[in-house]
């Protein structure tokens, strides 16, 4: 089989470690030299000086978990070689493997041969915008957890608030809930919180807030609201970043809001 790159390495990457393969094509002999590193910012500038002075061309690894990225992000910085970021499924399903060759090996002549279909890394901005949307979207969910726990918690306590309301988290809502962890329980002054705007009547919300709401509920109600309030505050945080960071990409990004459905 055709050798494509002459000169390259496989590694096997660890949390703690990483295996690295140096492969040398010569005529038709074939020499391979392994060694370890440890994953920390010196042992992978270590690898980085090993796999340039050996005259490295290209350089691949398994996509495992997140531990690739922090030896990706060193190595990306030495031009001399190609990164390629290999499936770990797509490796398993190359036929031909043997049980007893190190893994390392095994990318290395992969590689060599050019059988190795290398994976999208994005540059680095759009990476630290993909980190923050999901961060976002994490964010997002655990505030919708919250405003579950929150609303068992009144189930729980016999307030039927969600009846009466359409946002839970609304202003009408959120003047009433706070009226119960201080320690209201009049039906009454309950309804009197209300703004007003409320579609139901006042006597359907009289009977909506008429509960047996203990202090271990108003305990549950205060920290789900605080826990809410923080989230909804990292969110907005995490908002301004993903702002900055699609500075330089506004104009590309406002053009695909235009695509139908791309909102």
Same mark, same amino acid.
């Given at each position: 089989?055709?050798?494509?790159?002459?000169?390259?390495?496989?590694?096997?990457?660890?949390?703690?470690?990483?295996?690295?393969?140096?492969?040398?094509?010569?005529?038709?002999? +074939?020499?391979t030299?392994?060694?370890?590193?440890?994953?920390t910012?010196?042992?992978?500038?270590?690898?980085?000086?090993?796999?340039?002075?050996?005259?490295?061309?290209?350089?691949?690894?398994?996509?495992?978990?997140?531990?690739?990225?922090?030896?990706?992000?060193?190595?990306?910085?030495?031009?001399?070689?190609?990164?390629?970021?290999?499936?770990?499924?797509?490796?398993?399903?190359?036929?031909?493997?043997?049980?007893?060759?190190?893994?390392?090996?095994?990318?290395?002549d992969?590689?060599?041969?050019?059988?190795?279909e290398?994976? !999208?890394?994005?540059?680095?901005?759009?990476?630290?915008?993909?980190?923050?949307?999901?961060?976002?979207?994490?964010?997002?969910?655990?505030?919708?957890?919250?405003?579950?726990?929150?609303?068992k918690?009144?189930?729980?306590?016999? +307030?039927?608030?969600?009846?009466?309301?359409?946002?839970?988290l609304g202003?009408?809502?959120?003047?009433?809930?706070t009226a119960?962890?201080?320690?209201?329980?009049?039906?009454?002054?309950?309804a009197?919180?209300?703004?007003?705007?409320?579609?139901?009547?006042?006597a359907?919300?009289?009977a909506?807030?008429?509960?047996?709401?203990?202090?271990?509920?108003? !305990?549950?109600?205060?920290?789900?609201?605080?826990?809410?309030?923080?989230?909804?505050?990292?969110?907005?945080? +995490?908002?301004?970043?993903?702002?900055?960071?699609?500075?330089p !990409?506004?104009?590309a990004a406002?053009?695909?809001t235009?695509?139908?459905?791309?909102?």
């Amino acid at each position: 089989m055709e050798i494509l790159h002459p000169r390259c390495a496989g590694l096997d990457v660890h949390s703690r470690q990483v295996t690295a393969c140096v492969r040398v094509a010569a005529d038709r002999a +074939v020499t391979t030299e392994h060694r370890e590193f440890a994953t920390t910012t010196a042992g992978l500038l270590e690898l980085s000086a090993w796999l340039t002075e050996a005259g490295c061309t290209h350089v691949a690894m398994e996509a495992t978990g997140v531990y690739w990225k922090p030896v990706w992000h060193i190595l990306e910085d030495e031009e001399s070689f190609t990164l390629v970021l290999a499936n770990a499924q797509h490796i398993r399903n190359v036929p031909g493997r043997k049980s007893d060759r190190k893994d390392a090996a095994w990318i290395a002549d992969l590689l060599a041969h050019g059988l190795i279909e290398g994976s !999208f890394v994005p540059p680095a901005p759009i990476q630290e915008l993909r980190d923050l949307t999901r961060t976002r979207k994490q964010l997002v969910a655990e505030i919708a957890r919250h405003t579950q726990r929150l609303q068992k918690t009144l189930e729980d306590a016999n +307030v039927k608030l969600t009846r009466v309301v359409t946002d839970i988290l609304g202003a009408s809502s959120r003047a009433v809930l706070t009226a119960l962890i201080a320690g209201e329980t009049d039906p009454e002054r309950l309804a009197d919180c209300t703004t007003g705007r409320l579609k139901a009547g006042r006597a359907d919300i009289v009977a909506a807030v008429h509960g047996r709401v203990t202090a271990h509920h108003r !305990f549950l109600l205060e920290l789900h609201l605080g826990q809410i309030d923080a989230l909804r505050a990292t969110v907005q945080k +995490v908002e301004r970043q993903v702002d900055e960071v699609l500075r330089p !990409f506004r104009e590309a990004a406002d053009r695909l809001t235009t695509i139908p459905g791309g909102q």
